[in-house]
């Protein structure tokens, strides 16, 4: 009994002690050194209501039963080790300071808790019963939990990693054409930072998101007399804020890409238009659907970013990708300080009389070949749409190299320059 006691306050502590250090990592990740460009007030819901959590967890830890005790160490412990994940990424990218110190020690600190939860639920087994029932028992539990970790708990974390990694690096230069470093900022206070290639017919294109696979349809665009925008979205490379790999929020970053082009000396404020590939492709719509100053779009393998996406699938397989999208979207949510984004389906339909091009792979993703004819539909005129055979995900201009240069060019010669 006196072993059972020590052993009990041995994992109280050590549990303690983990979920405290996790804690702490959050606090310095939201609160003390945020990413650059955001305040602690940026970040209030995802610092605080994850913090409460393993405070509260290990406020009232022995006082809890093992197998809860058990579970919510196993959760947490993998949480914390989620949180350490970026620390490691950026180490590896060479970018490694601020918060990634603590974020290191919270991997330690979540394997903790993972061997507390093994241990205790070892303990805390039923040895009573016949050997058949209590192995039946078992398996149905393990059957549950494993279940419910890859549709609900594994999604849910993976938002935590896409919130908080983003490309640390700018790409090597492949654009093929001269171009100035620029900087603007958002609406929201965000500085931005980018390269752009003078337009030599009086047009230009924001190549959108980031400068890394964007430059293939730019080399296209600058080749035949466009001006070209590249930038780093925010939280990306050197532009300043948190990232988000759904592209939440990135309209705003659309909008002060074409403020700025409307302020270039060698662009006719009316002959600006967009192109978009995969999120950068989503941002594109949405910001056609909020920005009129955008005259012509390009998008090129948009699919679902939230479970609103989701429930606009066609087709049975759709409730089977619910509940992991339900759990995405909730911690993409919580994680990022923002709501979900209106569904694309219903930004495409108020996109009109701006003319758009649908462009998706015959092999691409589920959600763009799927999505794909529904935005379609529900877009005004003038639409076009493009499925590019033999291509896989935004791979069109490598499937078909003439002819995706054929239509992109063409569809802005007529819309920009009235060709």
């Known amino acids: 009994m006196v072993a059972l006691i020590k052993a009990a306050g041995l994992e109280t502590s050590l549990a303690v002690a983990g979920l405290a250090v996790i804690a702490v990592h959050v606090l310095d990740d939201r609160f ?91 303990r805390s087994r039923r040895s009573t019963g016949s050997l058949g029932r209590r192995w039946v028992r078992r398996s149905l539990v393990a059957v549950v939990a494993l279940v419910g970790t890859y549709l609900l708990v594994a999604p849910f974390l993976v938002s935590y990693i896409l919130t908080h990694s983003a490309r640390a690096f700018v790409p090597a230069d492949h654009v093929g054409a001269r171009h100035e470093n620029v900087a603007f900022r958002t609406a929201d206070g965000l500085r931005l930072r980018g390269w752009y290639v003078p337009s030599k017919n009086g047009a230009a294109v924001i190549s959108f998101p980031g400068r890394k696979g964007t430059q293939k349809p730019a080399r296209i665009l600058a080749r035949h007399g466009y001006g070209v925008l590249l930038f780093d979205r925010r939280g990306e490379g050197e532009s ?68 609103r996406e989701n429930l606009d699938m066609t087709g049975s397989q759709k409730w089977l990708q619910i509940p992991s999208a339900a759990a995405i979207t909730a911690g993409t949510a919580l994680f990022s300080d923002n709501r979900p984004p209106e569904s694309l389906k219903d930004l495409v339909g108020r996109i009109a009389p701006t003319p758009v091009l649908l462009v998706y792979g015959e092999h691409g993703q589920d959600g763009e070949r799927n999505l794909n004819p529904t935005y379609y539909r529900s877009a005004g005129e003038p639409k076009e749409i493009w499925e590019v055979r033999g291509s896989g995900h935004v791979g069109g201009i490598d499937a078909q190299p003439k002819e995706y240069e054929r239509r992109v060019i063409g569809f802005f010669d007529r819309n920009l320059l009235g060709a």
Not at 284 to 303: D, T
């Open 32 to 122: 003390l050194q945020p990413q650059p460009g955001t305040s602690a007030g940026d970040h209030l819901v995802s610092g605080l209501v994850p913090a409460a959590v393993l405070l509260a967890v290990a406020a009232s830890y022995p006082r809890l039963r093992p197998g809860l005790r058990a579970s919510l160490a196993i959760a947490l412990g993998l949480f914390g080790v989620v949180t350490g994940i970026e620390a490691v990424y950026y180490l590896d990218a060479g970018r490694f300071g601020g918060d990634d110190y603590t974020g290191l020690v919270a991997i330690p600190a979540g394997l903790l808790l993972l061997g507390l939860g093994a241990t205790t639920l070892w």
């Open 240 to 307: 300043e804020g948190d990232p988000n790999a759904f592209g939440w929020r990135g309209y705003r970053d659309v909008a002060a890409a074409l403020r700025f082009l409307q302020g270039r000396p060698d662009v006719e404020g009316d002959r600006i238009g967009g192109i978009g590939l995969s999120v950068g492709g989503e941002m594109m719509l949405e910001s056609a659907a909020k920005a009129p100053g955008l005259k012509a779009v390009v998008s090129e393998g948009a699919g679902e970013r939230s479970v």
